[in-house]
Nanobody, 120 residues
Framework: QVQLVESGGGLVQPGGSLRLSCAAS????????MAWYRQAPGKQRELVAK???????DYADSVKGRFKISRENGANTVYLQMNNLKPEDTAVYYC??????????????WGQGTQVTVSS
């Protein structure tokens, strides 16, 4: 089994910054991809940013130039640096990971979510 534990959410004023972290633990052979999703009240969960094991990344148009995803492969950890936050960034942010527990067994895992609130 694999667990994803997130941290770093909270309340911030518009224009402020937050850094989210997500650490994967358990039986891990490799993690080809990690990502951050978010879900605002009354809306569907959406992809915010994703990163592969080689460092290649992609972002939702709404966060390009403001958010940066990174990962520390040795620590099985992914980060989301969020700058110039806007009220519309308010949501529960979820960590997602595609994990090989063995060379042949692959599964997808989700964190429990961390609340980010942008408000004055």
């Amino acid at each position: 089994q694999v667990q994803l534990v997130e941290s770093g959410g909270g309340l911030v004023q518009p224009g402020g910054s937050l850094r989210l972290s997500c650490a994967a633990s358990g039986t891990i052979f490799s993690i080809p991809g990690m990502a951050w999703y978010r879900q605002a009240p009354g809306k569907q969960r959406e992809l915010v940013a994703k990163i592969n094991s080689g460092g290649g990344s992609d972002y939702a148009d709404s966060v390009k130039g403001r958010f940066k995803i990174s990962r520390e492969n040795g620590a099985n950890t992914v980060y989301l640096q969020m700058n110039n936050l806007k009220p519309e960034d308010t949501a529960v942010y979820y960590c997602n990971a595609h994990v090989y527990s063995t060379q042949y067994y692959f599964s997808e895992y989700w964190g429990q979510g961390t609340q980010v609130t942008v408000s004055s």
